[in-house]
């Protein structure tokens, strides 16, 4: 039982998902270790507009609409899991999902904010997060 409560407490703020988790178990000292995963990128994204699967055609219809500050979010989120170097470059990652899902940034196209990034457009938001990447 205390596994399971173990298991529990890690993964609360993930309720509903699937979590990728591993148990280790040492018999002769009887004890245990919980890791934790996350969530994939796609299911991040589903928790944080609330709907239930991506667009049956993105690019053609759009399921949601996220704030570039709810994609940072996700992106700090999945941090250890992209293997990005910058912040900048995770959040290139989850557009990318978000794009293949059918939803928009800040109600534009997922192609748009990209090239707004590149151009340095939202430099001012990445700087408030720089700190948590690190």
Do not use: C
């Not at 298991?7 to 309720?15: G, V």
Request: proline fraction near 3%.
């Amino acid at each position: 039982m205390a596994v399971v409560n173990k298991i529990n407490e890690l993964t609360r703020d993930f309720a509903g998902m699937r979590v990728p988790v591993k148990v280790t178990v040492d018999v002769e000292k009887k004890t245990f270790e919980v890791e934790v995963g996350t969530p994939t990128t796609a299911a991040l994204i589903v928790k944080e507009l609330k709907i239930s699967k991506g667009a049956q055609q993105p690019g053609r219809e759009a399921v949601g609409n996220l704030s570039l500050e709810q994609v940072i979010k996700i992106a700090l989120i999945k941090k250890n899991d992209i293997r990005a170097k910058t912040l900048k470059a995770a959040v290139k990652t989850v557009i990318g999902t978000a794009l293949s899902m059918g939803v928009t940034i800040d109600g534009k196209s997922p192609k748009d904010i990209l090239h707004e990034i590149d151009e340095g457009v939202h430099d001012e938001v990445f700087k408030e997060y720089e700190s948590e990447w690190r």
